[in-house]
Every structure is written in C-alpha cells, then in structure tokens.
C-alpha cells in the first residue's frame, strides 16, 4: 500500500495549529448566525448577501410589531365602553385630547348621560356654556348636577333646557347653586321627562316658580325644595295634585306651610318613602294622622321641631310598618311615644333621633334599645340621661349619640 507523505516546516505546522484552536473558540452565536446565512442545497453553497438579509431582518421586526396588541385596533364602541369607567367628567376630558380620534369618539352621547359638577365648585360660565354647545354629545344627557357651583350664572342656568338635552333631561340638582332662581328654574318646565329635581338652599327660589314646575312636570318623584323662599300651602297641593307620583319630598324649614297642605298631600301622594317636614312649625298631629292613614310606604320620615305629640306619633308608628329612620329631636313627645316606638318599630327601625326630646327618661331609652333589634344609630344627645353611659356596652353594633 503506497503512502502519501507531507513534509511541512516549523512556521507552517505553527499557523495550522493556530487556525485549529480559533476554530475551536468561535462562539455558539457566531455560528448560529452563520448557519442562518448559509444555506446548502443539492450539494452547493449559497451565501446571501448583505442586503438580502437586511431584507429578511426588516420583514423579522414588522412580523414582530405586528404581533403586538395596540389600542388603535380597537373598535370605537369599545373605546366608549372604556371611556364609560373612567372617574367622572375631569378625567374624561383630560384624555380625550390624545387624539383626534379620540377627541370625535369622546362626543358619543352615551358618555354624556350624567354630568356632575359635584366636586368641581368653581366652574366657570365659560366652561358650562362651551359644554352645552356640544349639541350633539348632550342628547342623551339624563342627569346634570350643579350643586355648589358658586360661579354660575342665571343666564347660563336658563340655557340648559334650551339645549338639546330638553327632551332627555330627567334630574337636574341646583343645590346651593348661584344660578338657581325664580326666573331660571320655571325653565325647566319644558323638559317633559323631568323626574328629579333638588333645589335646597335656593334662596332666590320663590314658591311661585315652584309651582310653574308642579303644573308641567307631573313625572316628578323626587323634589328637595328645603330653604326655598316663601313655600306655601298653596304650592305644596299643586305638587300633590299634579305630582301623584311622588317617592321624595323634603320641604323643610317651610314655616308657612300647615297640616292642610300635608293632608293634601297623604291623600293624593300614596307613593312617598321619603317625607321630611322639620322645620315645618306648624305641623301637628293632624298631618301625622294624614300620614298614618295614607303613607303605607313610608320608610322615612323627619319631623324635628315640629308640633307632634305622644298621640299623633303613636298613630304613624303603628301604621307605618316599614319606616326605618325616624328623627324627632326638639319634638314635645314624652314616655307614651317612646314606649309606642319599641313596641311597634321592633324589626325595621334603623335610625331614630331624639335629641332634645327631655321628657324621655332613661328608662324609655333602654326599652327602645331592648326591642328594636335592627336599631343602629340612636341620638339621646342633651336628654337628662346622665346614666346613658354605663348601659352602652350592653348593646354592640350600635351608634348612640349622648352628651
């Protein structure tokens, strides 16, 4: 067998063994990489070139920027059903300036169905009025609330019933609202779906223009008109006769207003659950006997500083089996009432107030504790209950107001 025999010199055999050990040493990566770049195919060997793997890399990285979700592939009544949860008005209109599709999809009426101005007190005209000439987005508006908004004006507050939101207006709430008077809330007569409206604290409110409302609006449920100017009997029975749907009504500090308009009232309002009268000085058991006979829904009633007595509240007790609040602090009511309250009031009863009621002895505070079991806050504030104090902790879980 003939051999084949390779004479190599020093410097050779010294290079050879070079490029052997850096071979050796090539990094796993590097040859990844290469193994990518070459491709064999039927023997031979092909190299790509270096734009071609440019081109690969580039259709690589659109392939992966596509795979990525974007907010931009979703629908616009998706994005209105996120927009939905967001916290109210101010932090809508914080994004809606992100883009302009943002910006036409944040005028969707559905966004705009409650508008409160609760916690933004010093909003300006300039800003209600660049809001409602937003026709579009306010025709579905429900419930708009200004309450405590100190720089609004009449003239502005006189422009919401004149925006398209007139026929889909069902709440408006003025409380303490600067704009609120006799000349802008009548307006609010030409909103014929008008459910709800709250006018506490409306000074420059007069009984006459309530009664406007009363006589257009008979949807009404809930009307809070507490501190209105000058509310009469007169205005209160349009409200019964007109408003027969009434669940809420609260005409406290109404001090011209007698227990003829609340025997109206009860006979023509048989939905109430919610009546307040405290203030009312002229209120007396007649009402009460009214109530009693009338009101079998009533869960809440207010009579603080009125003319009830013993008599007229042992009757409401007795016949209103689902009232769970009842406040009659500074009222003239004594031992019989207090006994009437724990005996007829024993499962419902949530909250009851009898500050200043001084002819409850303690005695009659322990039996109301004893027998209504549901019983969670009870105000016995300047009764001469001075031993108050040491039955407290024999009844856990409720709140008693003691001084």
Not at 317 to 342: T, W
Request: net charge positive.
């Amino acid at each position: 067998m003939k051999r084949e025999v390779v004479i190599i010199d020093a410097d050779d055999e010294a290079e050879i063994r070079r490029r052997r050990r850096s071979s050796r040493k090539r990094p796993r990566a590097t040859t990844e990489i290469a193994s990518r770049l070459l491709s064999t195919e039927n023997s031979s060997v092909q190299v790509e070139t270096g734009s071609s793997v440019s081109n690969k890399l580039a259709r690589l990285e659109v392939q992966r920027t596509a795979e990525v979700p974007s907010i931009d592939d979703l629908s616009d009544d998706l994005l209105v059903q996120i927009f939905q949860h967001l916290g109210g008005l101010l932090e809508l209109m914080r994004v809606l300036p992100v883009c302009k599709r943002w910006l036409r999809v944040g005028g969707d009426p559905r966004l705009w169905s409650t508008l409160s101005f609760y916690n933004y007190e010093h909003v300006s005209d300039a800003a209600l009025r660049s809001i409602l000439a937003n026709g579009q987005a306010l025709r579905r508006l429900k419930s708009l609330s200004l309450a405590k908004c100190h720089r609004i004006s009449e003239e502005t507050v006189r422009l919401i019933p004149k925006s398209p939101c007139v026929n889909s207006l069902e709440s408006i709430d003025l409380s303490w609202c600067s704009g609120a008077s006799s000349r802008s809330v009548p307006i609010f007569s030409r909103c014929p779906g008008l459910k709800e409206v709250k006018l506490s604290y409306c000074w420059k409110v007069h009984g006459r223009a309530l009664k406007c409302l009363a006589l257009r609006c008979p949807r009404l449920e809930v009307l809070d008109i507490n501190c209105c100017t000058n509310v009469r009997d007169s205005h209160i029975i349009a409200f019964a006769e007109h408003c027969r749907n009434l669940r809420y009504l609260n005409i406290a500090n109404a001090r011209s207003v007698s227990d003829r308009a609340i025997c109206r009232l009860a006979e023509h309002c048989k939905n109430l659950e919610v009546l307040d009268l405290s203030w009312c000085s002229k209120i007396t058991d007649v009402s009460l006997n009214a109530i009693a006979a009338n009101l079998p829904k009533l869960r809440e009633l207010r009579l603080n500083e009125t003319q009830v007595s013993n008599l007229g509240l042992c009757q409401v007790v007795k016949s209103c089996k689902q009232l769970e609040e009842l406040h009659l602090a500074r009222c003239p009511i004594g031992v019989f009432a207090a006994a009437s309250i724990a005996l007829h009031c024993r499962t419902n009863l949530k909250i009851l107030n009898l500050a200043c009621c001084e002819a409850i002895p303690d005695r009659a505070v322990v039996a109301i504790l004893s027998c209504c079991i549901s019983l969670r806050s009870l105000d016995v504030s300047t009764l001469p209950c001075r031993r108050i104090g040491n039955i407290v902790e024999s009844f856990s879980g409720q709140t008693i107001v003691y001084y």
